[in-house]
């Protein structure tokens, strides 16, 4: 059951303990010095000495610099991404219960109070990361959202203008010109004026991934990420080229993006190898360089002898992304287990999902969809419980509290279940 490789990755060492010692140092250097730190970095690392805090009228100077046709757009991608993170959220209620007469219980949704958004700017502009991210905490009801992005030489206030627009649309209250660790660290340690977060999100480089690795714990995350990576299930009847673009599409994140085909269909196999390497040179620079070093270190064909093997296959790899152009979606729909979000039919793709359709595009990496899921309104959400007791519920629930718990050895937790019995039993009736 199986599948076979038609063409194997190579192996990709990591360097996890250096990155580790020297994101350490740089975050305790930044939680030390604060917000000096922070601007002697951002000049150092980004060669940006400007106004860190974007001002309300440097974002409304950008607002009137994006073309309307681009306002447009984003106002679709941002109704479908609200509309999808409004319908997560009203899956979810707040509930109470009479588990016995007497005994009440319940749950609260309770947002966390600050969030913190980590918007990348290296070689794109992630527009997209910046709707994904403020968009879902501010539909799960998060009081205050700040935002960070790094700054780019080529724009006016440091962050290019379609992002601060963006932010400025989907609701950021507050917006900083600064990346990397540093940019981390001011929305964790309260720098520049803001609220120390409670949960920082989004997508970023190692470094990004690492700052937020090391300090949960202290705060929330949405998740440990690594390089974004797809995998697509074929059979014979999809279209060898769309399939081979949709790799590449994908490849283009970086030379670090692994991306999968698993097929059933030696034929196709063979086509989308060869025309791979075709479309990806047909790219633009520096896309080109590193869907060319993705394809060539990272990409997989693996051959497997039924679609029963082709969905084992997917759910050992537990792809961020999983595509699937083959017969019969609903059997694929219903038996696939593991992935970060899935993509049903050659209609749909990968690329729609990450812009503009309504699910989020922040989502586990590295095989860790095999036991989470993506960013969501429930990420900003606490589930919390209470309860209530009333004399009729007592007796019982005392006897046994205080049962389990001498058989357990805790004798102090027995006795403030007997105080309460031994009250409730002199109480007048």
Known sequence: MHGRHVKQGQANPGEADALAATVGAMLAEL????????????????????????????????????????????????ENISRFAQAQRDSIRETEIELRPGLIAGQRLIPVQAAGCYIPGGRYSHIASAMMTVTTARIA??????????????????????????????????????????????MAFGLFGLPRADILVG???????EAKRLLFGRIGIDMVAGPTDSLIIADAGADALTVAWDLIGQAEHGANSPVWLVTDCPALAAEVARLAPLCAAELPQPNRSAAEAAW?????????????????????IAPEHLHVQAADLDWWKSRLTSYGSLFLGAETTVAFGDKAAGTNHVLPTSGAARYTGGLSVHKFL????????????????????????????????????????????VLPT
């Open 141 to 186: 009801g998060v009081p205050h959202i700040a935002a960070v992005s790094p700054p780019r030489s080529d724009a006016v206030s440091g962050i290019p203008d379609a992002i601060l627009y963006t932010l400025h649309h989907c609701g950021a209250d507050r917006i900083l010109a600064l990346g990397g660790i540093q940019g981390i660290a001011a």
């Open 382 to 425: 606490k589930t919390v419980t209470w309860q209530r007791v009333t004399p009729e519920a007592l007796p019982r629930l005392a006897a046994v509290t205080a049962n389990i718990s001498r058989f357990e050895g805790m004798e102090g937790h027995a006795r403030t279940a007997d105080i309460r019995l031994a009250k409730h039993l």
């Open 296 to 316: 060539s270190k990272l990409g997989e064909i693996i051959l497997c002898p039924s679609r029963e093997a082709m969905a084992a296959e997917a759910d050992r």
């Open 31 to 78: 939680e030390a010095e604060r917000e000096p730190a922070a601007q002697r970095l951002a000049r150092e690392l980004d060669g940006f000495s400007g106004e860190i805090v974007v001002s309300d009228e440097a974002i409304a100077a950008a607002c009137a610099r994006v073309p309307q046709s681009l306002k447009d757009d984003i106002a679709y991608a941002h």
């Open 203 to 209: 997508p970023g480089n190692q470094y990004v991934a």
